[in-house]
């Protein structure tokens, strides 16, 4: 029985190890997107930019 324990642990460890792995990428991104958008807040506040309008009809007729 210990050789299948054996084979399990590793399959076990490697499925965590690729887990983790994909893991960093989301982490990063979250962290770019959660810088980005602090320092969006802060120029508005400063003036320094106007909020930007996406799609649709802006009351143009």
Known sequence: M?????ILDRALENVKK???EKD???KRYKKRVKNRN???KKRMKLGRIKRKVRG???GGK
């Open 38 to 40: 602090s320092l969006y």
């Open 24 to 26: 960093k990428h989301l």
């Open 56 to 58: 649709g009809n802006h």
């Open 2 to 6: 210990s050789w299948i324990d054996e």
């Open 18 to 20: 690729d887990l983790k």
